[in-house]
């Protein structure tokens, strides 16, 4: 393990490219779902866009292992199991038309999201196991790191450590932010330097 002294590690959240379900605006947490023929034509076509990188975490789910494959070609991803997406519960699998007349849907709705998915996770639980993970990676990581992760993931690891909404850091697939990693014995800081993964962005 690293020792805790003054560092800085350069860090790319990335969230998977795209799944059937991604484009049929599906609820989409717990069930192992692959990439579509679009999802993995999108994440080739902007490649370039993506930095090299000398450590790679994945979540261990199929749809992010394949973007690790294909974004980060030479790299064997390190899997944390901390990182799978969020159990939507009763709503897995399912739209917004399917779940709109559905009052347990409404309710959660009204709250914000902060209450937790029928038979699935709470918001706190699924924010407290991701940053479980990345307090794990962190003590792994080396030179520039990439994390290719779901979209609930980079939400909860970013508005934990840089402030703001949970809301606030939604990013479509294939896209992510590029942060510095501060740590020494004392703290850990996150603060982001930058978008990634859009057309005419560094």
Do not use: A, H, N, S
């Given at each position: 393990m690293r020792h805790w002294t003054d560092n800085?590690?350069?860090?790319?959240?990335v969230r998977h490219g795209k799944t059937k379900s991604n484009f049929e605006r599906r609820y989409t947490g717990r069930n192992d779902e692959p990439l579509c023929g679009g999802g993995v034509i999108e994440l080739m076509s902007k490649r370039r866009l993506y930095p090299k990188a000398d450590t790679v975490f994945s979540s261990p789910m199929k749809?992010?292992?394949q973007t690790a494959e294909i974004i980060c070609p030479e790299s064997s991803p390190i899997i944390i199991d901390e990182w799978k997406e969020i159990d939507?519960?009763?709503?897995?699998?399912?739209?917004?038309?399917?779940?709109k007349n559905d009052l347990r849907y409404k309710c959660w709705l009204e709250s914000?999201?902060?209450t937790p998915f029928p038979s699935g996770e709470s918001r706190e639980e699924f924010i407290k196991r991701s940053l479980d993970g990345f307090y794990r990676a962190a003590c792994l990581a080396k030179g520039r790191t990439m994390a290719i992760v779901h979209g609930g993931?980079?939400?909860s690891v970013l508005s934990s450590l840089c402030g703001g909404d949970y809301f606030d850091y939604q990013v479509k697939n294939g896209e992510g932010y590029e942060c510095l990693?501060?740590?020494d014995k004392k703290r850990l800081e996150l603060e982001i330097i930058g978008r990634l993964g859009r057309e005419g962005k560094d």
């Open positions: 800085k590690i350069e860090i790319v959240f749809r992010c292992l939507f519960g009763d709503f897995e699998g399912k739209t917004f038309d399917e779940l914000g999201g902060r993931t980079i939400m990693l501060y740590t």
